[in-house]
T-cell receptor
Framework: DAKTTQPPSMDCAEGRAANLPCNHS???????VYWYRQIHSQGPQYIIH???NNETNEMASLIITEDRKSSTLILPHATLRDTAVYYC???????????????FGAGTILRVKS | DTGVSQDPRHKITKRGQNVTFRCDPI?????LYWYRQTLGQGPEFLTY????????KSRLLSDRFSAERPKGSFSTLEIQRTEQGDSAMYLC????????????FGPGTRLTVL
């Protein structure tokens, strides 16, 4: 079972920031928070990941609360092409041989509207 | 393009036929994953290879399913005696077992069993 909880859907106006929340209250100390998105009929696309510090890349920012029980993915200026299902996943970073699979939940459908 | 590629992108078959899908990972990646995604659901893990060794299999992978990665590069997923319930998107992902071990997905193969 997925270890995260996300709202089923959200709307965002084009050009505005999209803030997607994720709860992961049972996260372990060695688990990272990953975000992927899936545009209709395509494979999931990696967005960003983090452990406890906030992270930013060219696609998005990830804000993780101090207790690590929740996080928010921020798309600073959403466009119509950001309409997709966004998945928040927790997993261990490891070079170990087992247990590396991603466990997806239902995700959040983000609709960006003009 | 140096991303994960999958072939074919679409496959329509009749119930009872065998089908085979191919995945070519990112060239230096030594880990390869297969996932399955049905309509409206997140991807579900099927199996995982590190180099040529198949290290983990989901209980979703019935005995009609077989996956190989003979030389530790490309992988094939075969489904024998297809059933209508096998209709889904089959996704392949690859990663490098060091550093972030982030999985990158291919575009998927959409299977329709009539």
């Amino acid at each position: 079972d997925a270890k995260t909880t996300q709202p089923p859907s959200m709307d965002c106006a084009e050009g505005r920031a999209a803030n997607l929340p994720c709860n992961h209250s049972t996260i372990s100390g060695n688990e990272y928070v990953y975000w992927y998105r899936q545009i209709h009929s395509q494979g999931p696309q990696y967005i960003i990941h983090g452990l406890k510090n906030n992270e930013t890349n060219e696609m998005a920012s990830l804000i993780i609360t101090e207790d690590r029980k929740s996080s928010t993915l921020i798309l600073p200026h959403a466009t119509l092409r950001d309409t997709a299902v966004y998945y928040c996943i927790v997993r261990v970073h490891s070079a170990r041989e087992y247990g590396n699979k991603l466990v997806f939940g239902a995700g959040t459908i983000l609709r960006v509207k003009s | 393009d140096t991303g994960v590629s999958q072939d074919p992108r679409h496959k329509i078959t009749k119930r009872g036929q065998n089908v085979t899908f191919r995945c070519d990972p990112i060239s230096e990646h030594n880990r390869l994953y297969w996932y399955r995604q049905t309509l409206g659901q997140g991807p579900e893990f099927l199996t995982y290879f590190q180099n040529e060794a198949q290290l983990e299999k989901s209980r979703l992978l019935s005995d009609r399913f077989s996956a190989e990665r003979p030389k530790g590069s490309f992988s094939t997923l075969e489904i024998q005696r297809t059933e209508q319930g096998d209709s889904a998107m089959y996704l392949c992902a690859s990663s490098l077992a060091q550093g972030t071990d982030t999985q990158y997905f291919g575009p998927g193969t959409r299977l329709t069993v009539l």
